[in-house]
C-alpha cells in the first residue's frame, strides 16, 4: 500500500471514528435523538452559501440537524437556469415553508476573485460569468473603489444582494409572499478573517417593490 492509500485510510478511520462518538455523545444526552430526527424535518431557515470548505453553513450559526435546509455552490448563486439551486428553492419555500431564506457569501471567495480576473477556467466560465454580470451592474460603483481588496470585498457584497433577488424573481418566492407574507431574504457574509457574520441589512421590503416591477409573475391566489 503506497503513502497516499495509508494517509487516506487513517482519514476515513478518523471520520467514522468521529461519527462513531458523535452518535455516542448525541444518544448520552437523548436517548431518543436519533429516533426523532428520522421523524421528519421543519426548518425555518433556507441557506445559500459558498461551497468553500471554510463556510460550514451549521457550526458558524451554532445550528443543529433539522434547523437549517442548506445550498452550497461556488459563490452561493441562484440561477435562472440551475435547476439544482432553484430545485432547493422551490421545495424550502414552496413544500417547507420556511420563514427565512438567507443567501450567505463570504470575504476571500475564490468564485469572485476568479470572476475579476482575465482568465479562461473552460466549464467554470459561463458561471463565473454571472458575477461578471453582477459587476457590469454595479460598474460604476466598482470602479470607484480604488483600492483592489475593497472593490473585491464590495463585490463579494453585491453579488450576494443579486442572488438575493434571484429569489425574489421566482414564482414560488411571489406566490409565498402574496400569501403569507414570508420568507424574508436576507443577505449575509462570512468574515473568516475575524470569523464574523454580517448582516448587510439587505433592503427586502424596498428591493420587493422595485423587483416586481419588472419581474412580477402575475402569481395569484
Ligand atoms: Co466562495
Keep these: 500500500m503506497n503513502f497516499m492509500a495509508d494517509r487516506e485510510r487513517t482519514f476515513f478511520d478518523k471520520v467514522f471514528e468521529n461519527n462513531r462518538k458523535w452518535v455516542a455523545e448525541k444518544s448520552a444526552v ?12 421543519n426548518p425555518e431557515v433556507l441557506f445559500v452559501g459558498c461551497s468553500d470548505s471554510r463556510v460550514s453553513a ?17 459563490s452561493n448563486m441562484v440561477g435562472s437556469t440551475d435547476l439544482n439551486a432553484l430545485s432547493v428553492v ?4 414552496g413544500a417547507l415553508q420556511v420563514k427565512h431564506v438567507v443567501i450567505c ?3 476571500g471567495c475564490g468564485g469572485v476573485k476568479a470572476a475579476m480576473q482575465a482568465q479562461d477556467l473552460g466549464l467554470l466560465n459561463p458561471w463565473l460569468r ?5 459587476y457590469r451592474l454595479h460598474r460604476a460603483e466598482l470602479d470607484a473603489i480604488a483600492d483592489d481588496h475593497e472593490r473585491y470585498d464590495r463585490l463579494v457584497e453585491l453579488n450576494v444582494e443579486e442572488q438575493c433577488i434571484n429569489v425574489i424573481k421566482t414564482a414560488v418566492f411571489q406566490k409565498a409572499y402574496l400569501k403569507t407574507r414570508a420568507p424574508a431574504v436576507h443577505a ?3 468574515d473568516m478573517r475575524t470569523g464574523r457574520l454580517v448582516d448587510l441589512h439587505f433592503d427586502f421590503a424596498g428591493k420587493l417593490g422595485e423587483i416586481r416591477q419588472i419581474y412580477d409573475l402575475g402569481t395569484s391566489l
Excluded: C, T
Design 90 to 93: 422551490e421545495y424550502a419555500i
Design 105 to 107: 457569501g463570504h470575504y
Design 30 to 41: 437523548d436517548p431518543a435523538y436519533f429516533s426523532k430526527l428520522a421523524e421528519g424535518q
Design 130 to 134: 454571472r458575477i461578471r454580470d453582477v
Design 58 to 74: 451549521e457550526e458558524l450559526m451554532g445550528a443543529h440537524p433539522g434547523e437549517v435546509f442548506v445550498h452550497r455552490n461556488i
Design 188 to 190: 449575509w457574509v462570512f
